[in-house]
């Protein structure tokens, strides 16, 4: 069985920071990809940054030079440090594993951004 548990969401004001954690236990074999999702109330859910087993790291355009996604491999951990919070960051925040033997989802954690 594996488990995905995300961490660090909370409320804070515009401008702010915070840092997502996402921690992968249990029995994965591999990991290709962990990603960070997010879906405001009503909108879909969208990537917001993404890094491969290789170090190759994506950032949405909404959220590049204010959002850094990294990982500790040997942790199988995958860190999302926001900075200059917006209130349209207001989300549930997902953490995605593409791995195997198969994807996993975390169960979200919510980030409020407001005054």
């Known amino acids: 069985q594996v488990h995905v548990v995300e961490s660090g969401g909370g409320l804070v004001q515009p401008g702010g920071s915070l840092r997502l954690s996402c921690a992968v236990s249990?029995?994965?074999?591999?990991?290709?990809?962990m990603a960070w999702y997010r879906q405001a109330p009503e909108k879909r859910r969208e990537l917001v940054a993404s890094?491969?087993?290789?170090?190759?790291?994506h950032h949405a355009d909404s959220v590049k030079g204010r959002f850094a996604i990294s990982k500790d491999s040997a942790k199988n951990t995958v860190y999302l440090q926001m900075n200059s919070l917006k209130p349209e960051d207001t989300a549930v925040y997902y953490c995605?594993?593409?791995?195997?033997?198969?994807?996993?989802w975390g169960q979200g954690t919510q980030v409020t951004v407001s005054s």
């Open positions: 995605f594993i593409r791995g195997n033997p198969q994807n996993y």
């Open positions: 249990g029995s994965i074999l591999s990991i290709y990809v």
């Open positions: 890094t491969t087993s290789g170090g190759i790291t």
